[in-house]
Every structure is written in structure tokens, then in C-alpha cells.
């Protein structure tokens, strides 16, 4: 029932100890918003904590100000903390979707209140009737069992308590508590999609069946339990096909390959790979090929796919260089460098080497980085040239392991060598050098 005990029991069912936490109320001055003002004023007395946030966008000029007038009214009365932000022309509107510039704009100005007052949960009044028109657009745009399972009542710190609610009840509740508010009527417009379903659709649904929107609101339970157990068996598929998930999260490619395409889409859309015409590729790609989402990288690693955040990546973070030697002073001899006493201790250069360059044929400064697109050396102990990458598939090096390789490079950019596993051959000093760069990296006991 739709009463501040009734809010009460769907904010304990949302989050625990309702009453310990903070919230800041999302008012437009529509009868949902002002109802659920309305109901969590007449909690205070037990304990809650919350704030109003209103946005004027200056889009219906006096009936906008009306709307804030109302909205700020209620507060002043009810002793309310009251947050404005009105629209002004520095708040450049778009030539396309207004309806997502203005859930952008809202969104913002929500969070920047919540993070100066310290706010942790933001409420919204989205009720029944909003989730049937979600419902009818994610049908239409094919949106799987997640779009037609609703808005969800709690995410990303936001609570929708009303959601079970109908439209009409929460119309006749503001009636009965004589609760003042405001009717937008650019909602009778059919200018947008969602005013279509709202306007022409949904009422001939509901003159269907008198039951249509508890018989609604059922489907939607048994849906998010579907939904939740399909997530469940999903999670157990991929813990299965699972080969390391730290610092990077590593799946069996051959294994992943076997599921249905269901489960493929599914598993591979939790990192934002979520076009299903590009997901054959994935399976056919050749090793070494990469892949982008917004937020990971994917990288084809033989039969391994490798998912790496693409905040590590050389793309968002570049690679780190180190300056090994700014110079040579030719009245030495030999000159030695010891990686780890001279730069600490690397974790990627873990395995014991020794090479002796003449230093005449070296251009300084001498620098340690990572590899580059067409890299080539000279490897010792090889005849002819290679790419650094070609050596990387010569000698089996897994791609994680590459990116994590240092390249010792001179001041003109040229490779000398792919610590710790070959030096250039060029630069090699030999017996009858007498400028002598000794470069090596040996733990103390070992020197």
C-alpha cells in the first residue's frame, strides 16, 4: 500500500538500515515526485536524512518556474533542504536529442549535490507505469531478458522505491493527502516515442484485462528471477572456462567457442563487447589480433582471450621510459651497468644477462622502453634481421609477457637490444674494443 509505512518496507527490502542512511530526492513537481517528497517527509520523525534537488530547464517558460515554485514551496514549509539549478544559456543545448541532453544535464547537477552534501543515495519517483513504457521500447529494440526486466529498483547507488506503484494510485494518494503539484502537459504530446506509448499504447493495454498491470508487475518478478538465474549459470560458465583473473581476466578461447551464441554474447558483453555481428570475428581473429571497448582491451593470445582494463593501456597510460646511461666517458676503459643497482629492482627483468657493447658505435643517451611499432634488430647468434615482434613469436613469448619486456634503445630510437634475451650484433663489443659498455643485471651474490 502506497502509505510512509509502505515506503518504509520497500526502502528495507532495497538497502539495509534505511533510516541510518542519506538521500537526496530527485522533485520535478509532477504528482509521482511530490508524493515521494511527501512520504519521506512524514519519515523524518524516524530518523531520515535527505535533501530536494530540482532542475529548471526554462523549456515551458512560466509553467517551468511554476513547477520550481511548487516544488521550493513544499521544501521552505517543510523546513527542507532545497538544491536549484536552472537552466541558463551557457548550458548550450543540442541540435539532436533534447531528452538526452536534459538526462544528462539532471544527472550531473544530482551528483554534484550528493558529493558537496554527502549524500549516498539518490530517489527518483519512477513508478509502474514507467516501467511498462521501458518495457514496450526495449521490445522494440530487442534488448534480451535485461531490457525487459525493468528499471531496477537499486543501482549505482540509486533507488527507485515506488516502482511498484501504479500511475493511478499514486494520482489518487496526492488527491486524498492533498498533496499540491504540478502536470506537465508536454506529456500529452506525441512529439517522442516514449509520449506515443504512454498516450496511444498503453491505455489500450490497460483496457484489455483489469488485471494488466498486476498481471505486469507479476511478469516483471518471474522475469528478474529468470534473469537472475541465467546470470548465475552465465557466472558459472565463465568461472569454468576461466584460466587466471588476476591482474588480467584470461578465458579459454576453444571453450568459450563450444557454448551457444547466447552464452558467447552474454559473457563477452560484460566487457562492452556487445555488437553480436563482430563477435565471429573475435573467434576467427588471428594471435596477437586486439579488439576495443570502452572500457578493456581484448587480446587474442593463441586459444586465450585476454581482457586487460584500458586504463593499463599504452593507448590511455603511455609506457614509462627509463634513461639506462646519459653518457660514455671515453677516458674509461669499461664502464658497468647493473640494472638493479643502478635503477632498482625490475620485476620483468628477472632472469640473469650479461652484454658487452663497444661503446663508439652507440649513440647516447641509452634508454629502456617498451616495443614499438617496427622494431628490428639484429639479433646474436641469429643471421640476418628481425622484427622485435616476429623474434616475440620465435621464441613463444605470450603476449602478456611481451607488453610487460623492456627494450634498450639509443638516442636515434634504434633497438639494442630485448632485455634479457638478445642484444643487437651489431653493437657487440669483442676482444679488441677499447671503450667497453658492460650492461648486465646479477643479484649481489651473484656478482
Not at 527490502?13 to 530526492?25: D, G, K, M, N
Not at 511554476?66 to 514551496?73: A, S, W
Not at 541532453?101 to 544530482?110: G, K
Request: net charge negative; hydrophobic share 35%.
Amino acid at each position: 500500500m502506497l502509505n510512509p509505512s509502505g515506503l518504509k518496507k520497500q526502502l528495507d527490502h532495497l538497502i539495509p538500515f534505511p533510516e541510518q542512511r542519506s538521500y537526496l530526492l530527485a522533485v520535478s513537481g509532477g504528482a509521482d515526485s511530490m508524493v515521494l517528497a511527501w512520504l519521506f517527509n512524514q519519515l523524518k520523525d524516524v530518523g531520515y536524512t535527505f535533501q530536494v534537488a530540482h532542475i529548471n530547464y526554462g523549456l515551458r517558460g512560466s509553467d517551468s518556474d511554476l513547477d520550481q515554485q511548487t516544488v521550493e514551496d513544499f521544501c521552505t514549509k517543510n523546513n527542507i533542504r532545497f538544491h536549484l539549478y536552472k537552466v541558463s544559456e551557457k548550458d548550450e543545448k543540442p541540435g539532436n536529442s533534447i531528452q538526452l541532453w536534459a538526462r544528462e544535464l539532471r544527472y550531473r547537477f544530482f551528483r554534484e549535490v550528493q558529493e558537496k552534501e554527502h549524500l549516498e543515495f539518490l530517489v527518483t519517483a519512477h513508478h509502474l507505469n514507467d516501467q511498462l513504457e521501458t518495457f514496450i521500447i526495449n521490445l522494440s529494440k530487442a534488448a534480451g531478458i535485461k531490457g525487459l526486466s525493468g528499471i531496477p529498483a537499486n543501482s549505482n547507488s540509486i533507488l527507485r522505491p515506488l516502482l511498484n506503484f501504479t500511475k493511478e494510485e499514486i494520482y489518487r494518494f496526492a488527491r486524498e493527502n492533498n498533496i499540491a503539484y504540478r502536470e506537465d502537459l508536454s506529456n500529452q504530446k506525441n512529439d517522442y516515442l516514449r509520449n506515443r506509448i504512454r498516450n496511444r499504447i498503453v491505455p489500450e493495454l490497460l483496457e484489455t484485462n483489469n488485471h494488466f498491470m498486476e498481471n505486469f508487475s507479476k511478469s516483471l518478478s518471474y522475469l528478474n528471477q529468470a534473469r537472475d538465474f541465467i546470470q548465475e549459470q552465465i557466472h558459472e560458465i565463465e568461472n569454468r572456462i576461466s584460466i587466471a583473473d588476476d591482474p588480467y581476466v584470461i578465458l579459454s578461447r576453444e571453450k568459450l567457442a563450444q557454448e551457444s551464441d547466447f552464452v558467447k554474447f552474454e559473457i563477452l558483453k560484460k566487457y562492452g563487447f556487445n555488437q553480436e555481428n563482430e563477435i565471429p570475428k573475435i573467434f576467427n581473429a588471428e594471435n596477437g589480433s586486439s579488439f576495443f571497448s570502452t572500457d578493456y582491451r581484448l587480446i587474442i593470445n593463441r586459444e586465450q582471450l585476454i581482457f586487460k582494463k584500458r586504463t593499463d593501456d599504452e593507448e590511455n597510460n603511455p609506457e614509462e621510459e627509463i634513461v639506462l646511461i646519459e653518457h660514455f666517458d671515453f677516458s674509461e676503459n669499461q664502464i658497468l651497468v647493473n640494472l638493479e643497482s643502478n635503477i632498482g629492482n625490475i620485476e620483468e627483468i628477472n632472469k640473469t644477462f650479461e652484454w658487452h657493447f663497444d661503446a663508439r658505435k652507440l649513440r647516447f643517451p641509452l634508454r629502456l622502453r617498451r616495443q614499438q611499432d617496427g622494431d628490428e634488430f639484429f639479433p646474436y647468434g641469429f643471421s640476418g634481421k628481425k622484427k622485435v615482434s616476429k623474434f616475440f613469436r620465435d621464441e613463444k613469448i605470450s603476449i602478456l609477457a611481451r607488453q610487460k619486456i623492456w627494450v634498450l634503445a639509443d638516442y636515434e630510437n634504434s633497438v639494442l637490444g630485448v632485455i634479457p634475451y638478445r642484444q643487437d650484433r651489431r653493437y657487440a663489443g669483442d676482444e679488441k674494443t677499447d671503450n667497453i659498455l658492460k650492461i648486465f643485471n646479477k643479484s649481489k651474490n651473484e656478482i
